[in-house]
Structures are given as structure tokens and as C-alpha cells.
């Protein structure tokens, strides 16, 4: 009876580092997904979750005059801190992270066929997802060291090799005195 | 004087053998001898959950079929519609989300086809399109951008179709039952619904193919994954001014199929529409045909596109009205699926570019691409050009040798190639054959590059033993583009050049490609993604071919010698009939 009930414990506790190990990989392929180094490692249902979690604003942008065809106004950068650890790719390197960033662009974006490609200077950090009501594209990064200081952001759509047919926000990025950590 | 002669009678002979095959060829796009019935069906909202995918989606579609329908079963054509935004409200702002507000309107994209469902229905067609609004609400939050859920739609639908079909089912009762010919299906997708259908038909193949999908149309499509579709009809709809997929990438799936599986019986197309854009085919996308979300997809997303001679609006633009490019629609899809769904072969030349295009597209200024299916007596391959010992031995083992021109080599194919074939000056929007995919590291079109700076330049492929017969084939063809990126090409000048056949005598024929072909074209605009090369069919008849033994050829010759300088991208020579 007691072995039983311990082995039933053992069970539960199997069960429940095996569920957790299911969400840390799930998150960790998740980030992968909007992660422009290791696009391939996608996981599919994370990417919404990302979106979702609760996040600290670390930069946002002032502009209100629209520009270009998207009427591009505006940023903002959140330090969205993970449930756990999470062991992640990033520049083709395995690392543990604990923080995810969440990039937004603000202006009136269309529904298109490419993908939404957003840029600071020359990386490519990541596809773009539309908000509902298309008037702010979110990318989810783990990628720290892409978000610099006096960045230029853009967007383009399509692959992320034409950097010819982007689009600059009207401000760079402007981070605090204390930057960004991964 | 002679040599001028001769070539004004090769022009009038070409040109007759084109009028001649006009003249025989009907026109597909005309409204057929059925009365047609219009109808939905609609399970709601949320009715199917994809595998993976964050949301149900609904299962909804219209469906158009021969109001009499004593004479079934007939064949199936299924139509999925793009991404776009999938509601609005009484502002007329569009927004994405999944279902819609209650204060907000469904915008129906599933029935922006409906032009062309009614001209299949009128010939025989049950043509089936189906919504897919909640994919479009969520895919860019999956991995594969909803090509996986777009397919199993697809298969649902078809499934529902098998249903009225067998036992009947509401709204329609019995009346569908023994109706539906589902071993003879066809599926066009638009967009991202272009990858869906291709997608679709590897997941139907993956479970056995329990329907027939005999052939697939991607009209204006991305290709963001590379699947493959083989042994079935392909063809792919690229539109010249498309402000949304602007990198045409959906020549991938030409590409990629060609020489993909040895003895694949489907025939493959591109038809190259110059002057559209992307949403003009669909009528819910169009300005002025709806009431929200609408858009002139170059104007409105290139940068600059509106000042463009070719693609914008300025005087002189070769843009086609909406009426115009749905017309290049009507008969390319019904073209299509009348040969290959329906075995009406009546319309093949159309699609093997045999023929010119017929009076219900509209317009004439649009480029046909024919890949023969991989049968002996359909195609034979003189030169793949896929690696670099297609350079010195070609496919059928014959020498293959150049003289006078440099560059001679391959790029755009797989490592060591260059990745791309025009400078980095060029963006990659405007070499669709390798545009990157966003879910794919697969490589593009391997493409000779070549060009001359003076007269006597050749490129001679020999026919081996045992391959010199050709007489029964229709034509010599190969895809081409001029190289706009290369000064030697005059701005905005065609191309052209010469072909030799020498057969066993020594005996020669020339035919001057320029009189036979319009694919030498310079790639025309200054704007974004424009110009851009994509690989055409040059196809010359091979009756034209005149004094020659075509049952020993010896060599197929190129020579360039009418132009003083010129660069070219191509690939494919073969020798090929129709399907």
C-alpha cells in the first residue's frame, strides 16, 4: 500500500517533469519560429502564448506623424520575462534564456500574401504578426543583441535577404541608459 | 536580299501556323450550354479544427453546378481564396480576426471567383469555392503559415463533396447523390491559397489519394514551404505587376517539379501575364467591387509604383483593367481544367503555347511556359543545365560546346552555384527562380548565363546516336529571358538570335528565334520588383524547321548573329509535343 502509493507519487511527479519539459521544448521551438537565425525550429502553438504573456516596455518611440503607404508611426519594445528557462537558438548558438522581446510596429498595416519581414539595421529578427485590428505588427525575438541602441527598424515583406524594398520607421531605436540584457 | 526574303517567309509561315492553330483552337473561356445554379453551404464558423492550428475554422462555400443535373457525375473543381482581411466594420475598416464581431461584416473572398465558377459550371463543372477567413485570422502564428490547415480544408470540403455525393446531406438533401465525379478533380488556389492547393495535394496523396487530383492551378501563389506537385497537371498563374507577392515566387513550383521524379506524367505551365496585379482576380479584392478591404495590390504596395511605365498609373502604363485580367483568368483556368479535369484537349495549345491566347483573355501580352510530362514521346531533353557538366556533355550525352561567349556559366541552382544570377545590385524580388523561401532553404533554378560581345558566338548541343530522330515531336523549345541586368542587352530592345538544325547531310535550317517567339523580351519598368527575369518558353514548330532530315538531326545550334551584343539566362532545351 505504502510502495504503491509512493510509486503512484513517482508517477505523478514523472508525469509532471515530463509536462514541463513538453512546455520548455513547445516555448523554446515557439521563439525559434519568429527567430530569424533558426526559422525551421518553429513550434506552432507558443508563438500565440508569446503574444500573450505579460511584458515590460523598455522602448517606445514618440512619433505620430504617419509615413508611407503603411502610415508607419511608431515602436515599442517589451522584455517579456518566460515562465522558466528556456533553451533556445539563437545566431545558430544553443543558449538558455529567460527573456523573450516583443518588437511592435505601429501604423495601418495591409493583409498581405508575403510575410511581414521586420529589421533593426541589417538583422532580420523576425516575420510579423498583424494585430486584430491591423494597425500594430508584433515580432517576438530572443536575440537580445539585436536590439541596440540607434537602430534603424524597418519593414519589408517577403525574404529576408532584399533589403532593397524596406521601409524605415521615422525614429530609431532609442533604448534607456541601461540597454537591454538577455 | 535573299537572306531577307527568307526570313520574311519564315515570319509569314510561322505566323500562318500560328493563325492556323488559333483558328482551330475554340475558346474555353465562352459561357457553355448548361444553365447554371448557384448555392451554399455553411456548418459555421467554427466548425472544423485543423490539426496544429490555433483556431477552428469555419466550413463554408459556395457551389456552382449545372442546374440540370441529369447528366452526371460531373467533375469537380475546387476554388480557396487567399489571405486578406476578413471582416469589416461600418467605417469600412477591414480588420483580421476570427469569427467577426457581431457589429461587423464577413468579407466573403470565397466568392470573388465566382466569374469564373459560373463559365465552368456552364460547361459541364461543379465548382466548389470555399472560405477560409479563420486560417487567414491566424496562419502567420504557425510554422508553416497555414499550408498544413489551408490543405486539410481543402480535403474537408472534399470529404463534405464525397458526403452529398454517397448518402446526401443538408441543405441539399439527395440531390447531389451519384453527382459529383471525385475521381476527376481539380483545385485552384489563390495567394496563399496557391501553396494551399499544391499542399493539398500531397496530403491527399498521403492518405492515399482518396480523390483524384488531376490538376492544380496556383494562381499568383507564394511558395513558402516547396512542396512539390507531380504527376498531375501544374500550372502557375504569374502576374507581371503583382504588388503583393512581387517576387512571383510561385515559379518555384515549376521549377521545382520539373525533373523532380523520373516518369512523372503531369504537364506543367506558366502563364506570365503582363499588366496584372495580384488581386484584380478576385473580385471581393477589386476597387469599386466591393465595399471594404479592397486594393490595387502594386499601387498601393510598391513604393513609387504609381510613377512606373510598365506597372503604374502613369500615361503609357500596360496595366490591365480588372475586367481585363479576370478575362486572362476565365480562360487560362478554364483552359486548364478542360483539358486535364474534363479531357477536352480541344483547348491543349492554348497551354502549350501552341496557340495563341484565346479572345476571352483579353489581352495577348502574356508568356505560356510548357514543361512536357517525362514520357519518351512527349519530351526528350537535349540540356537540363543542372550542374557544370552540362556545360561540356548534355542530358542525352552528346557534346555541348560555346564559342564567343562569357560569361558561359550555370548559376541559381544548388551550391557551388552562385545563389543568385543577377548582381547583388538587384534585389531578389526581381529574380523570382531564386527568390529564398521563408520555410525553405531549397535552392532555385539552375540557368545558364551567357551573353556576346560580337558576332560568330555559338552554343552547339550534339545528338548522340539513337536520339537524332525527332521527327515526331512538335517543337524544339527552351526557357529564356533576356538579362537585363547585363549592358550588352540594349534598354528595352527584344533579343534574338538564330537556330540551326543540321542533320545527317550536313544540311542546315534556320529559324531566327525573334520571328517565332515573343519570349525575348527586354523585362520592362524601373520600379521595386520591376523589371524582373522569368524563364519563358521559346517554342519553335518544328515543321518550321524546313530542309532538313528530322529523323537524323545531328546538333542543335545556337547563333547569335542578329543582334551585335547580347546576355541571356536559359534553360531546358528539349525537344516536345503536346500532353
Known sequence: ???????????????????????????????????????????????????????????????????????????????????RVTNVEVGGQRVEVTKAFRVTLTGAFPVRALPAVIWLDDVAIGYGIESEDLDEITVVTYDASAIKDGATIYISYGDKENKKERTALPEKLKLGTEGVKP | ???????????????????????????????????????????????????????????????HHPTDLTGGPFPVVVFLHGRHSTCYGKSGLASLRWPCRSTETVIPSYQGYDYVAQVLASNGYIVVSVSANGINAYDNNVTDLGMQARAELVQRHLNQLNTFNTAGAAPFGTKFVGKIDLTRVGTMGHSRGGEGVVKHYVHNASLGSPYGIKAVFP????????PVVNNAALAVVLPYCDGDVSDNQGVHFYDDARYNVAGDTGAKHTIQVMGANHNFYNTVWTPGMFPAGTSDDWNAYVSGGTSDSQCGTVAGNKRLTSAQQRGTGTAYMSAFFRVYVGGETQFTPLLTGAAPPPASAQTTNLNVSYHAPDVAAKRRDVNRLLASPDLTTNTLGGASAQTGLTPHDLCGGDSPQPQHCLPSTQSTSRQPHTVPSARSSLRGLSQLRTGWAAGGATYTNDLPLGARDVSAFEALQFRVSVNFADARNATNAAQSFSVVLTDDTGAQSTVVVGSASSALFYPPGTTGPVPKVVLNTARIPLASFTGVNLSDIRSVKFQFDQTASGALLVTDLAFASAP
Open chain 2, 1 to 63: 536580299m535573299r537572306k531577307t526574303l527568307k526570313t520574311l517567309t519564315l515570319i509569314f509561315f510561322v505566323a500562318a501556323c500560328a493563325l492556323t492553330a488559333a483558328a482551330q483552337t475554340p475558346d474555353p473561356g465562352t459561357t457553355g450550354a448548361y444553365a447554371v445554379t448557384r448555392e451554399e453551404y455553411d456548418y459555421g464558423n467554427l466548425a472544423f479544427q485543423p490539426s496544429g492550428f490555433p483556431s477552428a475554422v469555419e466550413v463554408k462555400a459556395s457551389i
Open chain 2, 219 to 226: 494562381l499568383a501563389p507564394v511558395d513558402f514551404n516547396r
Open chain 1, 1 to 83: 500500500m505504502h510502495i504503491e502509493r509512493n510509486a503512484q507519487v513517482l508517477r505523478r511527479g514523472a508525469a509532471r517533469l515530463a509536462a514541463v519539459a513538453c512546455l520548455l521544448l513547445s516555448v523554446a521551438g515557439a521563439a525559434f519560429g519568429q527567430n530569424a537565425q533558426t526559422p525551421a525550429a518553429d513550434q506552432e502553438f507558443t508563438v500565440t502564448d508569446l503574444l500573450k504573456l505579460p511584458g515590460k516596455v523598455v522602448a517606445r518611440g514618440t512619433n505620430t506623424t504617419p509615413r508611407g503607404l503603411m502610415k508607419l508611426r511608431s515602436y515599442r519594445v517589451e522584455e517579456v520575462a518566460l515562465p
